[in-house]
Nanobody, 125 residues
Framework: EVQLVESGGGLVQAGGSLRLSCAAS????????IGWFRQAPGKEREGVSL????????YYADSVKGRFTISDDNAKNTVYLQMNSLKPEDTAVYYC??????????????????WGQGTQVTVSS
């Protein structure tokens, strides 16, 4: 059974940092690309970053470039999202997802087959 479990969310002040984890089971990171998405209240879910362990592709949304870093640990079958210089507008529920993605569509929700339950990130001003 494919499963994704996010952790690491919480409350942080603006300018602070958090590291999110996405623990995968039922497959290896070479099987699927892993994307991070977020959804703020009243807004659509948006792509934040993607990592494809099999070919090394990494993408970031413009809004997080230079502040967020995605990485993976194949031994732990886990993907991380290091979030620095957090802003109040980063407040959202963060989800990780697994799928076969085309480079041009990495940030589309429909490209992913499996989703975690999400973890709340709240950045106070």
């Amino acid at each position: 059974e494919v499963q994704l479990v996010e952790s690491g969310g919480g409350l942080v002040q603006a300018g602070g940092s958090l590291r999110l984890s996405c623990a995968a089971s039922g497959f290896t990171l070479d099987d699927y690309a892993i994307g991070w998405f977020r959804q703020a209240p009243g807004k659509e879910r948006e792509g934040v970053s993607l990592i494809n362990s099999s070919d090394g592709r990494i993408y970031y949304a413009d809004s997080v470039k230079g502040r967020f870093t995605i990485s993976d640990d194949n031994a732990k079958n886990t993907v991380y999202l290091q979030m620095n210089s957090l802003k109040p507008e980063d407040t959202a529920v963060y989800y990780c997802a697994a799928g076969f993605t085309l480079a041009s569509k990495w940030d589309r929700v429909t490209e992913y087959d499996y989703w975690g339950q999400g973890t709340q990130v709240t950045v106070s001003s």
